[in-house]
């Protein structure tokens, strides 16, 4: 995953005039795509095989990257680990705003940071 991520930054490099801190068209493109890499390679684990991580799926709106914590039943925790999601993804060129589904239950809607 360090070297998809390290490639990732190397195309933002060429496409962006040597900015590393912002997505590249790539990455708007295909910004769930996008999101999971940046989060894999931050160490953050993905949901699956019954362990608690990350989902992120296409949002309603727009398309976004709607960024869900799975397999924690605490709500808590679950605010707790997107926080640190969002922090993450603020670090790699996304913002994040944080949103509650009809259930109560925290997701997040990641967004490309502008270019300078």
């Given at each position: 995953?360090?070297?998809?991520?390290e490639?990732?930054?190397?195309?933002?490099?060429?496409?962006?005039?040597?900015?590393?801190d912002?997505?590249?068209?790539?990455?708007?493109?295909?910004?769930?795509?996008?999101?999971?890499?940046?989060?894999?390679?931050g160490?953050?684990?993905?949901?699956?095989?019954?362990?608690?991580?990350?989902?992120?799926?296409?949002?309603?709106?727009?398309?976004l990257?709607?960024?869900?914590?799975?397999?924690?039943?605490?709500?808590?925790?679950?605010?707790?680990?997107?926080?640190?999601?969002?922090?993450?993804?603020?670090?790699?060129g996304?913002?994040?705003?944080?949103?509650?589904?009809?259930?109560?239950?925290?997701?997040?809607?990641?967004?490309?940071?502008?270019?300078?």
């Amino acid at each position: 995953m360090a070297t998809a991520w390290e490639g990732l930054l190397r195309i933002r490099a060429l496409l962006l005039d040597g900015a590393t801190d912002v997505p590249a068209p790539w990455e708007r493109d295909r910004a769930v795509h996008a999101v999971a890499l940046a989060l894999e390679a931050g160490g953050c684990p993905a949901s699956g095989h019954g362990g608690a991580g990350y989902a992120v799926t296409a949002g309603g709106q727009d398309g976004l990257p709607e960024i869900a914590w799975r397999g924690t039943p605490d709500r808590a925790a679950a605010a707790e680990a997107l926080a640190r999601c969002a922090e993450l993804l603020g670090r790699c060129g996304w913002q994040c705003t944080e949103h509650r589904a009809r259930d109560g239950a925290p997701f997040l809607l990641a967004s490309p940071r502008r270019t300078r």
